[in-house]
């Protein structure tokens, strides 16, 4: 084997590693977004006016 043999192998781990960190991260946040619109569709079907996320003071 020669070095751009390995050079190229590990090329692709990286890449294909690198995709699926970011299908990783994107999945996360999908799951994060669709959680607080299904919470946020809760309380309006709830006939609550203000479902407002209330930050406390710091």
């Known amino acids: ?5 390995d050079g190229g192998s590990r090329r692709g781990a990286l890449i294909g590693l690198l995709v699926a960190v970011v ?11 669709l959680t607080a ?11 609550r006016t203000n479902c407002n996320v209330i930050e406390p003071a710091r």
Do not use: T
């Open 1 to 5: 084997m020669s070095e751009s043999d």
């Open 23 to 33: 299908m990783l991260a994107v999945g996360l946040w999908l799951a994060h977004d």
């Open 37 to 47: 619109a299904s919470k946020m569709q809760d309380c309006l079907m709830s006939g």
